[in-house]
C-alpha cells in the first residue's frame, strides 16, 4: 500500500517538469515511456498554485506535510514512467528530478517507519533508499528512480533456486520463500538500475521510437514494441498463444500532447515493420470519406465513426496477418501457406474484394427511450386480485451504419432470400428485422445500388421514400479516418437522468469539463498518423488549467464536502418533482401522493436527512411512483402461510 | 389461449409475463374460471411486430385475427356442455388476453382446459383431467408433459423462456384444511389456495403445480 501510495503521489507530483538526462535511465529496449514536461505545464500553471487547490493540501495534511512541496520532488522538472518487459523480469520504474535530497529522504522516512539509506551503495556513488524487501529508491545525481522488478511466472518456476543461491547472502535473513522472492526481485531492480546509471551505451533517447518525434510537448508516450513483448511477458497459457497475433502489429507508436487553451491536441505516429507498414499504407492512402453519408445521420448524433479504405488491400492484409497470426501456433507456416493458396483458388478474390466500396459510416445518435403503461395484477392477503397501473421504460440505441456497395445485386440477393423466407418484413418504405431480446427495437434495412443501410432511426428510414434527408453537415476534412464523439451531449443525458450522486458527480465532471473529442487521420503523411482533438467547454482557458481545476471539484464534491453536495442533489431532485407533483390536475392526485408529498417537504428540513442524505433517496423514489408510474415496489405481495395454517407476513421479491 | 401464447412469446418475450388462473367455488353456489395471459410488460414491443406481416415461418396475426379466433374459441367453449357465459377478451392496449366462464362441475371444467389446449391444433389431445372435486377434497393434477406447453415447446426452451410467472389460484366457500403441495399458500381468510411458480419450473417439472386441497 505504502508502495503504491508512493508511486502515486510521484505520479502525481510530477504532473507538474528538458527531461533527457531522465532518458538515460531508461534503457533502449524499454517497451513502454511516457514523459511529463512538468516545466512546460508549470509555466501554464504553476505547481505551487496547483498544490494551494483543496485536493492537495488534504493529500498532504494526510502525508503530515504543509505542501507537497516538502516531497523534496523537483515540480517543474520532467517526470517519466517506463516499463522494461525483459524475459527474466518486468521493471515499473518512476524517473524524477529531486530538488533537495534532504527533504525527500524525510519524506521517505516519514512515509516508512523502516527506511534504510546506504550512501555510495557498492562503491556506485549513489544512494540507495530502501523500506521493506521489495521497495526501493536509487538517489543521485539531482535524480531519483524508483524501480519495481516482477519476475515472470515461468523464469521464476524455472530459476529460483539458482536465484536464491545467487543471492544467499542478502536474503537469508527471510524466513518465508515470499519474502525471499520479494528480496530477490528487489535486488535485481537495484542491480538493473545502477547498471543503466553507470553504462547504457544506448539509451531509450537513441531509438527509432523516441525518434518518432523531433519536438515533444507537454506529455509524450512511446510504446517500442510493446505489443509482442507483452504477449511473451504475459503469464497466460490463453494469452501467450495469441502472440503471433500480436506481433502483427509489430513496431513503433508514439503519441504527442500538447495543451492548448481550450483543447487538448494529440498528435501520434505509427511506424510499423516494413511490411506492414507497406500493407497499410496501400490500405489507406489516396482514400477519402465519403460525405455524401453523412445525409443519413442527425447533425447532433452523440458519435460516428467513419472511414474509408481500400477493401482489397484490406483483404490481403487479412490473409497476410492471418498466416502471421497463426501460422506455427495451430499450424505450420508452410501449410497455413497451402490452405491460403487453396482458398485463394477457389474464391475468385477479385470478386470478394470489390463486394464492398470500402466506405464506412457509423453513428450512434443516442439514446431513446419509450415509456409505456401496462398492467401489473397485485393481491391481497386473501389473495384477491386488483390490475395496478404500471409504466415501463423502454431504452434502445438509436444507430445508423452506411456501408457502401460495389456488387449491390449480390446483397440483392441475400435480401431477397431474407424476405422469401420472412426474416425480413416491410415496414414504411424499408426492410425491418423485428425486435426481439437483443434488440428490442428492431433494425430497419434500406439498401440501393450504391449503399446499405442499417439503422434504428426509423423516422430516417421513413423518409427516405420521399427523398428526405438530414441537412446541415458541415465536415470540412481532407482524411479517410475520422471519429468523432460528443462528450458534453452524452454525459449531460446521463447526469439529467440519473438518482444516484454518486454517478451525477461523475457524470457532471465529465459534462462540465469536456466538450468533444475528434480523431483523424493525415492521408497525406507518408507516414501513418493520426491527429486528435480533446475539445473542452471552457473555451478561454489553458485545457489543463481547466482539468486541474475540475479534478480538484470532483474531489471536493466526493471527499470533503459529499454531505452537504448529496443533500442538496438528492433535496434539488425532490423539490423538482414535488413542483411537477403540485401542477398535476386534480384528479391525477391522490391522498397517497398528497402524504408522500408532505412526507418529503418535512424530510427535506429534518436534521437526519441533513446527516445522512442517502435516505432521501426513498422519497425520490416513492414519489416518482406516484407522479411517473415508476416501478420501485413489489410487484406481488403476498400473505404467506404454511400448510397447517401457521401464517406469516412476508413480503416477496 | 395457448396459442395466442406460443405464438407471442415466440418472438423473444420470454420473461416477465403473467399467467393467472383462477377458479372459484363460491359461497353463492356459483362457480367460475378465469385465465389471464397479461403481456403488457412488453407493450413497446408487441407494438412494433403487431404491424409486421412474419416474423420467420410465423405469420403474425392482426388484431382483427386474433380477435375472430378469440371469437371461434369463445363459440367452442359454449357449447361444452355444464358451461355458460364463456367469454374471450383481447385487450391490445395493455395485451392482456383473458378467457372468463362458468361452469357446472369439474368435468365440464376439465373440457374447457382441453379445448382451449386443442385449440388451433392438429393433433387433438383426448380429455385432460386437470381438476377434480370429490368429498371436499379439490385437487390440480398436471399429470403428463405431454399436455403441458411448456414442457413440449422446444422453442420456448431454446429461447430461454424462463421468468413467466404463473400463478394457480382457487377460491372455496369453506375452510382449507391443509394442502399436499409445500410451496402452495393459503390465504389469509384461510379460504383461498395459491401457487406460484415460474414459466421455466413448470416447463422442468410440471407436477410443480399439483395440488390436493382438503376443505372443512
Known amino acids: 500500500m505504502k508502495k503504491l501510495t508512493l508511486l502515486f503521489i510521484i505520479l502525481l507530483a510530477t504532473q507538474f517538469n528538458n527531461a533527457q538526462n531522465l532518458f538515460d535511465r531508461i534503457p533502449h529496449n524499454a517497451e513502454f515511456a511516457i514523459q511529463f514536461n512538468l516545466d512546460k505545464m508549470d509555466k501554464i500553471y504553476s505547481h505551487k498554485k496547483v498544490l494551494k487547490n483543496d485536493m492537495w493540501k488534504k493529500l498532504a495534511e494526510d502525508m503530515d506535510m504543509k505542501s507537497l512541496t516538502g516531497m523534496g520532488i523537483d515540480l517543474a522538472k520532467p517526470f517519466m514512467f517506463s516499463v522494461d518487459l525483459t524475459d527474466s523480469c518486468s521493471y515499473f520504474s518512476v524517473h524524477a528530478h529531486v530538488a533537495n535530497e534532504k527533504m525527500f529522504y524525510e519524506f521517505l522516512a516519514r512515509q516508512s517507519k523502516n527506511m534504510d539509506m546506504i550512501k555510495d551503495y557498492k562503491g556506485s556513488g549513489y544512494t540507495l533508499i530502501k523500506s521493506g524487501r521489495s521497495d526501493q529508491a536509487i538517489l543521485g545525481k539531482g535524480t531519483v528512480s524508483f524501480i519495481f522488478a516482477d519476475l515472470n511466472r515461468q523464469y521464476r518456476r524455472e530459476n529460483l533456486e539458482y536465484l536464491m543461491e545467487v543471492y544467499y547472502e542478502e536474503i537469508r535473513d527471510y524466513e518465508y520463500e515470499y519474502q525471499q522472492r520479494d528480496a530477490i526481485e528487489g535486488l535485481m531492480a537495484i542491480e538493473r538500475t545502477l547498471g543503466l546509471l553507470k553504462n547504457n551505451p544506448k539509451p531509450f533517447s537513441k531509438t527509432d521510437c523516441f525518434k518518432l518525434f523531433d519536438k515533444t510537448n507537454e506529455v509524450t508516450f512511446w510504446m517500442n514494441k510493446l505489443y509482442s513483448q507483452l504477449a511473451k511477458t504475459i503469464d497466460d497459457r490463453e494469452f501467450r498463444q495469441f502472440s503471433n497475433v500480436f506481433s502483427t502489429f509489430e513496431g513503433y507508436q508514439a503519441a504527442d500532447f500538447s495543451m492548448d487553451k481550450g483543447a487538448l491536441n494529440m498528435e501520434m505516429k505509427m511506424n510499423f515493420e516494413k511490411d506492414i507498414q507497406d500493407d497499410i499504407l496501400e490500405i489507406t492512402q489516396g482514400r477519402t470519406l465519403k460525405k455524401d453519408f453523412l445525409k443519413y445521420i442527425p447533425k447532433d448524433r452523440m458519435a460516428i465513426y467513419f472511414m474509408s479504405i481500400n477493401p482489397k488491400a484490406y483483404y490481403n492484409w487479412i490473409k497476410k496477418s492471418m498466416v502471421h497470426s497463426f501460422g506455427g501456433n495451430m499450424i505450420s507456416d508452410a501449410s497455413l501457406n497451402d490452405m491460403v493458396e487453396i482458398i485463394e483458388t477457389l474464391i475468385d478474390e477479385d470478386a470478394i474484394s470489390k463486394l464492398v466500396s470500402g466506405d464506412v459510416l457509423m453513428s450512434f445518435n443516442g439514446i431513446e427511450s419509450r415509456i409505456t403503461e401496462y398492467k401489473s395484477s397485485r393481491y391481497n392477503e386473501d389473495f384477491e386480485m386488483e390490475d395496478v397501473i404500471r409504466k415501463e421504460e423502454t431504452e434502445y440505441a438509436e444507430f445508423t451504419i452506411v456501408i457502401g456497395l460495389n456488387n449491390y445485386k449480390f446483397f440483392e440477393k441475400i435480401q431477397n432470400i431474407m424476405k422469401r423466407e420472412n426474416l425480413l418484413s416491410e415496414k414504411d418504405g424499408y426492410l425491418m428485422i423485428p425486435p426481439n431480446r437483443d434488440l428490442k427495437s428492431g433494425m430497419g434495412i434500406h439498401m440501393n445500388e450504391e449503399r446499405m443501410i442499417l439503422s434504428t432511426d426509423f423516422d430516417m428510414l421513413a423518409n427516405l421514400k420521399e427523398g428526405k434527408f438530414y441537412e446541415g453537415h458541415n465536415l470540412d476534412v481532407n482524411s479517410n479516418f475520422y471519429v468523432d464523439a460528443r462528450i458534453q451531449t452524452f454525459f449531460n443525458q446521463l447526469a439529467e437522468e440519473s438518482n444516484r450522486y454518486s454517478e451525477y458527480t461523475f457524470y457532471d465532471f465529465m459534462r462540465s469539463t469536456f466538450d468533444r473529442l475528434v480523431i483523424m487521420s493525415n492521408p497525406n503523411d507518408k507516414q501513418l498518423s493520426a491527429s486528435g482533438k480533446l475539445e473542452m467547454i471552457d473555451k478561454k482557458q489553458n485545457v489543463y488549467i481547466t482539468f486541474m481545476n475540475a479534478i480538484n471539484n470532483l474531489y471536493v464534491k466526493n471527499e470533503l464536502k459529499r454531505n452537504e453536495n448529496r443533500y442538496q442533489f438528492y433535496s434539488d431532485r425532490i423539490n423538482k418533482l414535488i413542483k411537477k407533483y403540485e401542477a398535476l390536475s386534480a384528479d391525477k392526485k391522490s391522498m397517497k401522493g398528497d402524504e408522500v408529498v408532505k412526507a418529503a417537504k418535512e424530510a427535506l428540513k429534518s436534521k437526519e436527512a441533513k446527516g445522512e442524505p442517502y435516505m432521501l433517496k426513498e422519497i425520490i423514489w416513492g414519489l416518482e411512483e406516484i407522479i411517473d408510474g415508476k416501478d420501485y415496489e413489489p410487484e406481488y405481495y403476498h400473505h404467506d402461510g404454511d400448510h397447517n395454517g401457521h401464517r406469516e407476513e412476508i413480503k416477496e421479491e | ?216
Open chain 2, 1 to 216: 389461449m395457448k396459442y395466442l401464447l406460443i405464438i407471442l412469446l415466440s418472438f423473444g418475450l420470454h420473461s416477465c409475463f403473467d399467467i393467472i388462473e383462477e377458479i372459484n367455488f363460491n359461497e353463492n353456489g356459483s362457480k367460475t374460471f378465469s385465465y389471464k395471459i397479461n403481456l403488457g410488460k412488453y407493450k413497446f414491443t408487441l407494438d412494433n411486430i403487431i404491424k409486421l406481416d412474419s416474423i420467420g415461418k410465423f405469420k403474425i396475426p392482426s388484431e382483427d385475427e386474433i380477435r375472430a379466433d378469440l371469437n371461434v374459441l369463445q363459440g367452442k367453449l359454449n357449447k361444452i356442455e355444464g358451461i355458460s357465459k364463456a367469454s374471450c377478451t383481447a385487450d391490445f392496449e395493455y395485451y392482456i388476453f383473458k378467457i372468463t366462464g362458468s361452469f357446472k362441475d369439474v368435468h365440464a371444467l376439465n373440457k374447457v382446459y382441453t379445448e382451449i389446449y386443442n385449440f388451433k391444433r392438429k393433433e387433438k389431445v383426448p380429455l385432460i383431467e386437470a381438476y377434480s372435486f370429490e368429498n371436499k377434497v379439490f385437487e390440480r393434477r398436471e399429470k403428463d408433459p405431454k399436455t403441458n406447453i411448456f414442457a413440449r415447446n422446444t422453442f420456448l426452451k431454446e429461447n430461454q423462456f424462463t421468468e413467466g410467472k404463473i400463478m394457480i389460484l382457487a377460491r372455496f366457500p369453506n375452510q382449507v384444511l391443509s394442502v399436499s403441495n409445500l410451496a402452495t399458500k393459503i390465504s389469509k381468510n384461510g379460504k383461498a389456495v395459491l401457487t406460484k411458480c415460474s414459466a421455466a419450473q413448470l416447463m422442468k417439472k410440471p407436477s410443480t403445480i399439483n395440488c390436493q386441497v382438503k376443505l372443512k
